[in-house]
């Protein structure tokens, strides 16, 4: 059996910046976007309770949920600075993962809340108050943009993803809501109020399924969506002198983090030239498909066993040239 990790081992101390999904850099962001969210709940809440807005009302319920969304994704991005263990041998990078995949069930449960809401205002409407709409819904627009803006530079975290585009869904319901009381204002037509809201609803609901579809993808151990297994066999076939590849499996520990493992049979050869052979498998890997954690075992090229259960199916050079 040959491992190989690639990534930078420990060394001498010095200042390297963090790129944008560093989990340092995204606890610091939620943190601030966490305490701005806070303060908004709060506004909108009691404004829309005051002007009688249905469609406040569901936008702070709705602004409240990010409280725990933010929350597990804080947590998430701190435990994934945690170095592995002898327990949690891959250390905590599906913490983030598992996040997206906890906030988008409790997103489901939230739009299916404000949908119901806004179905019996329709039922039962209530005059509403649109100078105090207005107000709130542009310091609503105001603080949910700010937070999709300081977040959009880490979106190629899953984790920070969800809260990126709840919070972009936010100021887009922002939107709504000043559209929604400036036609109130104008026309006096009560619906627009729970029409906003259910549309708020269904919005968060659509945002939602994507999330949910990607992280479940990956806690399935799923092959990462921007590859094919193929390719992947076909990059390995690649090297002189494999002859063929066996047990693939490619799957994602933790945003851009991809580990493999696999059965690859060469000819009879002397260890030292088996070591230059892994090094090249692992570095063609890595340039192509960004695969810096690999588990490779090398078998003795011959006719297979007339019995076994291959997942997936061999490759060999025959087919793949």
Not at 3 to 13: E, F, M, V
Not at 102 to 130: D, K, M
Not at 220 to 228: I, N
């Amino acid at each position: 059996m040959h491992a190989r990790d690639s990534q930078p081992q420990a060394g001498h101390s010095h200042a390297v910046p963090l790129d944008e999904t560093h989990p340092a850099r995204l606890t610091a962001r939620l943190k601030w976007a966490l305490a701005a969210t806070l303060a908004l709940v709060v506004a909108e809440l009691l404004g829309g309770l005051s002007s009688h807005s249905i469609a406040l009302i569901t936008d702070g319920v709705h602004n409240l949920t990010d409280m725990p969304t933010m929350i597990i994704s804080w947590l998430a991005a701190r435990w994934a600075l945690r170095p592995p263990t002898s327990e949690k041998t891959y250390g905590y990078r599906r913490a983030g993962i598992l996040a997206a995949f906890t906030n988008a069930l409790l997103l489901v449960l939230v739009a299916g809340f404000l949908i119901w809401e806004s179905y019996e205002r329709f039922r039962h409407p209530v005059p509403v108050r649109t100078g105090t709409m207005l107000l709130l819904g542009a310091l609503a627009l105001l603080v949910n943009g700010g937070i999709t803006l300081a977040l959009v530079r880490g979106r190629s975290d899953l984790n920070l993803r969800t809260v990126l585009i709840h919070n972009f869904g936010d100021a887009l319901s922002n939107l709504g809501i000043l559209a929604g009381a400036l036609i109130i204002h104008w026309t006096h037509v009560e619906w627009i109020d729970p029409l906003v809201g259910l549309g708020i609803g269904l919005m968060v609901l659509w945002t939602t399924i994507g999330i949910l579809r990607d992280s479940s993808h990956i806690l399935l151990e799923g092959l990462p969506k921007q590859m094919q297994l193929e390719d992947v066999a076909a990059a390995i076939l690649g090297v002189d002198p494999v002859q063929e590849v066996h047990d693939v499996h490619v799957w994602t520990l933790g945003t851009g983090h991809y580990v493999l493992s696999c059965h690859v049979c060469i000819p009879d050869m002397h260890i030292e030239e088996s070591e230059r052979l892994l090094q090249q498998i692992n570095q063609r890997l890595a340039d192509r498909f960004h695969i810096h954690h690999t588990t490779i075992q090398f078998e003795r090229a011959g006719p297979r066993p007339p019995a076994g259960l291959y997942m997936p199916a061999p490759f060999d050079s025959t087919t793949h040239s």
